[in-house]
Nanobody
Framework: QVQLVESGGGLVQAGGSLRLSCAASGRTFSSYYMGWFRQAPGKEREFVAH????????FYTDSVKGRFTISRDNVKNTVYLQMNDLKPEDTAVYYC?????????????????WGQGTQVTVSS
């Protein structure tokens, strides 16, 4: 069982930066693959970024490449999402998620555990 708690969301102007954190409980965090998703009002939840269990590989949706960076600290049981050059279209609730197996990582069904989400609002 893994519990995930996101933090770091807030209101920022376009072009600004935020760093989201996702703290995980459980002794096996280092074995989980982690992802960030987001859900804008009236839209489906979508994949944002993914990181392998050891941080060796990262993946991003095209719209955030070059602006967002996913990372993890397996000592602190935390995964991060550094978001730079934020745009109004990045406004959404951001969720972190954990999966125990490799393979597909862009679909919601691939993940076993979810956090409650943190709101990010980017003003123009």
């Amino acid at each position: 069982q893994v519990q995930l708690v996101e933090s770091g969301g807030g209101l920022v102007q376009a072009g600004g930066s935020l760093r989201l954190s996702c703290a995980a409980s459980g002794r096996t965090f280092s074995s989980y693959y982690m992802g960030w998703f987001r859900q804008a009002p009236g839209k489906e939840r979508e994949f944002v970024a993914h990181i392998t269990w050891n941080g060796g590989s990262t993946f991003y949706t095209d719209s955030v490449k070059g602006r967002f960076t996913i990372s993890r600290d397996n000592v602190k049981n935390t995964v991060y999402l550094q978001m730079n050059d934020l745009k109004p279209e990045d406004t959404a609730v951001y969720y972190c998620a954990a999966k125990s197996r490799s393979g597909y990582f862009t679909t919601l069904a691939a993940y076993d555990y979810w956090g409650q989400g943190t709101q990010v609002t980017v003003s123009s």
